[in-house]
């Protein structure tokens, strides 16, 4: 259980254009999902964090404008990167929480992650 | 401040037990995690600790001190594939996740 799946796992693109990454919970609900970020040998850096049917919660320095996150519904949640430069390549990783009856409450499971590559 | 200390990086043997230790520093605490995490791949979810103790599941453990501020995670019978980075994870009063580099542990034959 605790399967979390995110789509595409590979992505390169002009600069200028915008690119939708996709993140979905296979079997369970989840209530809160969580976007990442990594650079190289980096430590991963929160993005935002949305709850379903809300607004995300952007962490300072993320400009919300540039990385539109949608969370519709329990199992999906989307991130675009509105018109992508170089600087904008990285790791891409969502996680979700919320596996209602499961062992550990607030635990985040995560995706496989998307790499963005901005020509 | 909130932070996070972990060794950078160690080195163990196919077949050994090694020990990761973790301090932390955080604003309020509401558990640790402890992930995996292959080069190029997200992390996925080893243990949650919450109480002091040790967590026993399968080849791994982790241990907790709320005390101290301490964690470690053992890995007994280590096998070539425990190469990764393992991220020790605590979650803060406001249950976000602090996150550091972690440590790249090396297995060798």
């Known amino acids: 259980g605790a399967v979390v799946s995110q789509h595409p796992s590979r992505v390169i693109c002009k600069s200028g254009t915008s690119v939708k990454i996709e993140c979905r919970s296979l079997?369970?609900?989840?209530?809160?999902m969580f976007w990442y970020r990594q650079f190289p040998k980096q430590s991963l850096m929160l993005m935002a964090t949305?709850?379903?049917?809300?607004?995300?919660?952007?962490e300072q320095g993320v400009e919300k404008d540039k990385f539109l996150i949608n969370h519709a519904s329990l199992t999906l949640s989307t991130l675009t990167v509105t018109s992508a430069h170089p600087e904008d390549s990285s790791f891409y990783i969502c996680?979700?929480?919320?596996?209602?009856?499961?062992?550990?409450?607030?635990?985040?499971?995560f995706g496989p992650g998307t790499r963005l590559t901005v020509l | 401040g909130q932070n996070i200390d972990q060794p950078t990086e160690m080195t163990a043997t196919e077949g050994a037990i090694v020990q990761i230790n973790c301090t932390y520093q955080?604003?309020?605490?509401?558990?640790l995690f402890w992930y995996q995490q292959h080069a190029g791949e997200a992390p996925t979810f080893l243990s949650y600790?919450?109480l002091d103790g040790l967590e026993e599941k399968g080849r791994f453990s982790s241990f907790l001190s709320r005390s101290k501020g301490y964690s470690y995670l053992l890995l007994k019978e280590l096998q070539m594939k425990d190469s990764a980075s393992y991220l020790c994870?605590?979650?803060?009063?406001?249950?976000?996740?602090?996150w550091g580099a972690g440590t790249k542990l090396i297995i060798k034959p």
């Open positions: 996680s979700a929480s919320g596996l209602a009856g499961g062992p550990v409450t607030d635990t985040q499971y």
């Open positions: 079997d369970f609900q989840a209530t809160t």
């Open positions: 949305s709850n379903e049917g809300s607004k995300a919660t952007y």
């Open positions: 955080t604003s309020g605490f509401n558990g």
């Open positions: 600790n919450v």
């Open positions: 994870v605590p979650m803060d009063s406001n249950y976000q996740l602090i």
